[in-house]
Each structure stands twice: as structure tokens, then as C-alpha cells.
């Protein structure tokens, strides 16, 4: 349930709401705007039912909450989140644009793509050295090693480093090197892996499930709020459709719907999207003009010859021609880029 207090309400007041929740044995979690103050209660409400709240100075009226997610729900947060990497914002103002190869090859390719996507206007460098994939012989990445190589491109160009992890023992090394943690769609309802996350207290980029439903989405994001790490980012990669035109099915209505649901910022990756790169023009336009706080791009030195995702990869070139391209875009959705 959310507690509204009355505008003007004192600071007593929200502490007297605060010590009645918790007494009860339940999470109380404080969002204070301008003009109103709401307090989240996380827990079996049912402890409440005979504490009569609504009778506490200050209190202005009670809500139910219906949905199973609470600490990522717009109704507990109504302002939108920015969320920091370092002092790299995600959020509303910014187009924060993530960009880099699908696999971290060697030490060369990825401090070149760096310096390039820097150049290019990329405030974060992105690039994988745990692969899940989907033939057990396919390319499974460099592991600490590419760690340790796209720490130094990041270190080097000032870009934060967003790497995905795949499993604990991948987690426990990466927490050495990342600036972000990345939950892949394979993992997104890898439950004990969100949790441990979660325990990191390091920003999460989470992408959407293959199949997942919004709520299923927002649900995973949870998991990794309520252990303590509220710096969610929510990246939209498509989903499983019968159509075969493009990897996946782009769904920029998940965006709006997002922005409508959850407080968190919202991202929209076109590469895994598409899985053509003639079609991350288009969609990235798309996916601002819908409200996206950013994008993931993959780019790679030489598509062709990549380990990983060419086809669906940009040059520098590409991608220097595409970034120059969104600005507009960005300008005129008011987002600082």
C-alpha cells in the first residue's frame, strides 16, 4: 500500500507513518517531491488492517496497491528516476547512448572501438566478455580477460563500462572492472542471480525476457530493488514473435507503456532488435520520438569479421553517421545528447 500525506505536512508527521509501518514489520520507503510526500509500505499489509493510519496527523489518504511490484511501481516513485553511472546520468533531460561490440575480441579492438564511439559521442562503452549463446561451440567470450581489457578502453576514454554477467562466479569478477552490470534477456528471470546482484549495489542495465510480459519484466526489476540496489535501468531488445524479418520483434510500445508503469528509466537496444543493421537507423529515431532515455548500439571494427552479431554490428563510420543523425531527434524530445 502507499500512504499520501497532506501537502505541508511535517516532518514528524512522515516519521510517526515511517515507525507505525515498521513496527509492524515491514519496509518503508520515502519518495519526496515538491508537492507531495508518499510512503511506500513493502510487506504483508495485512499487519496494518487494525493500526487505523489514516488517523495519524498528516495523512491525507491510503491507497491499495494492486500490482506485485512495489519499489519499481510509478505509484510508490511518481517522479521519473535518473540514475547515475559514476556521474554519467540515465534519465529524463539525457540520451545516454550505449555503444560497442557484442564480444570483447582483444585488447587492440576494443580500446579501438572505444576511442571511436567516444568520438562519436558515446557516453558509455558496451562489450561482452561472458557470451551466452546459443550453440555450445559458438565464440563464449574472453571472461576476466576481456574484463580487464574494456576496464582500460573505459579507463582510457572516459566512457563507463556496462558489461552483462551470466552467473555468480561471473558477477564476483566482474564487480571488479564494471561501472554497470548487465542482465541479459536469458537471465532476466534468473532469480538468485538478480538477487546477488541486487547485493552489489552496482547500477543494473536489465533487458527484457525473449517472452516476457511487461509486468514479468518490471517483477525482475524488483527482485533486484528490494536487495538493495535501486539503480534499475529497463532495456527494451525485442521479443519472440512468428515474424521472421527481423531477429526479434521491436516492441516501442513497451516504452510509453514503461514510462506509464515504473519510475525506472527505460533504454531500447535496435541491434538485438533488428539483427540487421540497416534497420538500427529507423528504430533508434523511433525508440526516442517514444520517450527511450537512451539507446544500445553494437559497433564493431569489422562486422565481417566479428566473433559475434556482425550482421547486426555498425562500423565507425556507420555509427558516427548514425549518432549525427539522432541529434535532432534528441533535441527536439528535449534530451541533452
Not at 103 to 111: K, R
Not at 148 to 165: F, P, Q, S, W
Not at 169 to 175: F, G
Request: net charge negative.
Amino acid at each position: 500500500m502507499i500512504i499520501i500525506m497532506k501537502h505541508g505536512a511535517s516532518q514528524d508527521n512522515v516519521e510517526a507513518v515511517v515507525k507505525a509501518i515498521t513496527a509492524k514489520g515491514l519496509q518503508a520507503h520515502l519518495s519526496q517531491g515538491d508537492q507531495v510526500t508518499i510512503i511506500g509500505a513493502v510487506g504483508d499489509k495485512t499487519r496494518l488492517m487494525h493500526d487505523n493510519l489514516e488517523l495519524i496527523p498528516g495523512v491525507d489518504k491510503i491507497l491499495s496497491v494492486t500490482e506485485t511490484y512495489k519499489l519499481a511501481n510509478k505509484k510508490f516513485h511518481p517522479q521519473d528516476s535518473t540514475i547515475r553511472v559514476g556521474d554519467t546520468p540515465i534519465g529524463p533531460g539525457h540520451l545516454a547512448v550505449m555503444a560497442g561490440p557484442c564480444a570483447i575480441e582483444d585488447e587492440e579492438m576494443i580500446m579501438e572501438t572505444a576511442q571511436a564511439v567516444k568520438a562519436a559521442g558515446a557516453s558509455f562503452l558496451r562489450g561482452g566478455a561472458y557470451k551466452p549463446r546459443t550453440s555450445p561451440y559458438a565464440f563464449q567470450g574472453l571472461e576476466e580477460e576481456g574484463l580487464r581489457y574494456i576496464r582500460r578502453a573505459g579507463d582510457a576514454t572516459g566512457l563507463k563500462v556496462v558489461c552483462e554477467v551470466t552467473s555468480l562466479r561471473a558477477l564476483e569478477t566482474a564487480v571488479r572492472y564494471v561501472d554497470m552490470l548487465q542482465v541479459g534477456a536469458r537471465n532476466m528471470q534468473n532469480f538468485e542471480l538478480l538477487k546477488e546482484i541486487g547485493r552489489s549495489r552496482i547500477p543494473v542495465l536489465l533487458k527484457r525476457g525473449l517472452s516476457a510480459t511487461i509486468d514479468e519484466w518490471l517483477n525482475a526489476a524488483e527482485y533486484i530493488i528490494a536487495e538493495g540496489s535501486p539503480d534499475v535501468v529497463l532495456c527494451e531488445r525485442g521479443i519472440r514473435t512468428f515474424e521472421k524479418a527481423t531477429r526479434n520483434t521491436l516492441d516501442l510500445s513497451a516504452v510509453p507503456v514503461i514510462r506509464q508503469k515504473s519510475h525506472l528509466p527505460v533504454i531500447v537496444d535496435p541491434s538485438h532488435a533488428t539483427g540487421v543493421r540497416d534497420y538500427i537507423g529507423p528504430m533508434a529515431k523511433a525508440s526516442i520520438a517514444a520517450g527511450a532515455d537512451g539507446l544500445m548500439v553494437e559497433v564493431h571494427p569489422c562486422p565481417s569479421c566479428a566473433l559475434s552479431d556482425g550482421p547486426q554490428s555498425l562500423t565507425f563510420e556507420q555509427f558516427d553517421a548514425l549518432c549525427g543523425e539522432l541529434r535532432p531527434y534528441a533535441a527536439l524530445a528535449g534530451r541533452a545528447f
